[in-house]
């Protein structure tokens, strides 16, 4: 995901001309942004990977999800209004509430399509997953 976002940012950086992102006065460089994609995407895969055994249930991977996606959207909100901001209640909510609600999902999902027993296409089993229809 962070190649492609990077990818997009530089592009709009070079069709805009600007080396700047953000609004006149509160500008951070493209460099910034995506250090800001790849600092997150790695720290929230770190999160993810120690809160894996919370997946166990559908809650807990909706909770594990959430409190894994965090530090992604943190990293976003400081990438977008630096570190001053970030004290403000408003850049705390701005990285909580979506990592709730978007991690949240993400949790659920992943749990269903990698660790759910009842999906024989998931790696439940350690294995890798199947394209062969289910045995009737």
Request: include cysteine.
């Amino acid at each position: 995901m962070a190649p492609a976002c990077s990818a997009w940012a530089l592009a709009v950086s070079l069709l805009s001309g600007s080396a700047s992102v953000g609004a006149p006065g509160d500008e951070n460089g493209v460099a910034t942004l995506v250090a800001g994609y790849y600092a997150g995407g790695l720290l929230c895969g770190a999160a993810a990977g120690q809160l894996l055994p919370l997946a166990r249930s559908r809650t807990g991977a909706a909770v594990g999800g959430g409190l894994a996606a965090v530090p992604l959207y943190a990293a976003m909100e400081m990438t977008r209004s630096g570190l001053t901001a970030w004290t403000t209640r408003e850049g705390i909510a701005a990285a909580i509430v979506p990592a709730a609600l978007v991690g949240g999902a993400a949790g659920v999902i992943s749990r269903k399509v990698f660790l759910d027993p009842a999906n024989p296409d998931s790696n439940s089993a350690g294995r890798p997953p199947s394209s062969d229809p289910p045995a009737a």
